[in-house]
Protein backbone atom coordinates (compact mmCIF):
# COMPACT_ATOMS: atom_id res chain seq x y z
CA UNK A 1 0.00 0.00 0.00
CA UNK A 2 3.03 2.32 0.83
CA UNK A 3 4.47 1.97 -2.50
CA UNK A 4 1.12 2.82 -4.37
CA UNK A 5 1.00 6.22 -2.21
CA UNK A 6 3.95 6.72 -3.48
CA UNK A 7 3.16 6.20 -7.27
CA UNK A 8 0.02 8.08 -6.98
CA UNK A 9 2.45 11.06 -5.29
CA UNK A 10 5.22 11.01 -7.74
CA UNK A 11 2.47 10.77 -10.38
CA UNK A 12 0.68 13.80 -8.89
CA UNK A 13 3.95 15.68 -9.06
CA UNK A 14 4.86 14.81 -12.62
CA UNK A 15 1.66 16.37 -13.83
CA UNK A 16 2.14 19.02 -12.19
CA UNK A 17 5.72 19.54 -13.05
CA UNK A 18 4.86 18.82 -16.59
CA UNK A 19 1.73 20.26 -17.29
CA UNK A 20 2.78 22.90 -19.04
CA UNK A 21 6.28 22.06 -20.58
CA UNK A 22 6.15 21.27 -24.41
CA UNK A 23 9.25 18.85 -24.67
CA UNK A 24 10.21 16.73 -27.47
CA UNK A 25 10.22 12.73 -26.40
CA UNK A 26 14.31 12.57 -25.49
CA UNK A 27 15.49 9.41 -23.98
CA UNK A 28 19.29 10.94 -24.51
CA UNK A 29 20.14 12.92 -21.34
CA UNK A 30 22.95 12.50 -19.22
CA UNK A 31 23.53 12.88 -15.66
CA UNK A 32 26.68 12.14 -14.22
CA UNK A 33 27.57 9.52 -16.94
CA UNK A 34 24.08 7.22 -16.83
CA UNK A 35 21.11 8.02 -19.11
CA UNK A 36 18.79 10.22 -16.84
CA UNK A 37 14.76 9.28 -17.29
CA UNK A 38 11.73 11.69 -16.80
CA UNK A 39 8.09 10.66 -15.91
CA UNK A 40 7.07 12.47 -18.94
CA UNK A 41 9.24 10.39 -21.06
CA UNK A 42 6.97 7.50 -20.38
CA UNK A 43 3.45 9.41 -19.72
CA UNK A 44 1.61 12.77 -19.82
CA UNK A 45 -1.21 12.34 -17.33
CA UNK A 46 -3.97 15.14 -17.70
CA UNK A 47 -7.05 14.99 -15.62
CA UNK A 48 -10.16 15.28 -17.32
CA UNK A 49 -12.80 15.07 -15.10
CA UNK A 50 -12.96 14.87 -11.22
CA UNK A 51 -15.36 14.79 -8.00
CA UNK A 52 -14.54 15.27 -4.36
CA UNK A 53 -13.14 11.29 -4.13
CA UNK A 54 -12.55 10.13 -7.95
CA UNK A 55 -10.86 11.26 -11.37
CA UNK A 56 -10.37 10.15 -14.32
CA UNK A 57 -6.56 10.68 -16.11
CA UNK A 58 -6.01 10.47 -19.73
CA UNK A 59 -2.25 9.67 -20.96
CA UNK A 60 -1.68 11.81 -24.02
CA UNK A 61 1.37 9.82 -25.19
CA UNK A 62 -0.79 5.76 -25.26
CA UNK A 63 -4.38 7.45 -25.04
CA UNK A 64 -5.31 5.35 -22.26
CA UNK A 65 -7.87 6.46 -19.54
CA UNK A 66 -7.00 6.16 -15.59
CA UNK A 67 -9.02 5.87 -12.66
CA UNK A 68 -8.02 7.49 -9.45
CA UNK A 69 -9.68 7.44 -6.04
CA UNK A 70 -8.51 9.38 -2.83
CA UNK A 71 -10.56 8.96 0.49
CA UNK A 72 -8.78 9.93 3.36
CA UNK A 73 -5.19 8.64 3.93
CA UNK A 74 -6.30 5.89 0.73
CA UNK A 75 -5.80 6.25 -2.78
CA UNK A 76 -5.11 4.13 -6.16
CA UNK A 77 -5.08 4.50 -9.73
CA UNK A 78 -5.54 1.67 -12.29
CA UNK A 79 -6.10 2.29 -16.16
CA UNK A 80 -10.22 1.36 -16.90
CA UNK A 81 -10.22 -2.01 -18.89
CA UNK A 82 -12.23 -3.13 -21.68
CA UNK A 83 -14.50 -6.76 -21.33
CA UNK A 84 -12.07 -7.72 -23.44
CA UNK A 85 -9.07 -6.86 -21.14
CA UNK A 86 -6.92 -4.24 -22.88
CA UNK A 87 -6.70 -0.77 -21.72
CA UNK A 88 -9.65 1.47 -22.48
CA UNK A 89 -8.51 4.84 -24.84
CA UNK A 90 -10.08 7.98 -24.55
CA UNK A 91 -10.78 7.81 -28.48
CA UNK A 92 -12.60 4.54 -28.00
CA UNK A 93 -14.63 6.14 -25.48
CA UNK A 94 -15.70 9.28 -27.60
CA UNK A 95 -16.72 7.34 -30.53
CA UNK A 96 -18.90 5.16 -28.41
CA UNK A 97 -20.06 7.87 -26.11
CA UNK A 98 -20.24 11.48 -28.31
CA UNK A 99 -22.49 11.46 -31.18
Do not use: Q
Amino acid sequence: MKSMKRFVLCLAMAVMFTACLEEPYVVNREHNGRIRYFVSDFCDMKEICWDDTYKIYWDKKTDVLYFSYSTGYRMGITPIMKPDGSCLTLSEWEKEHIK
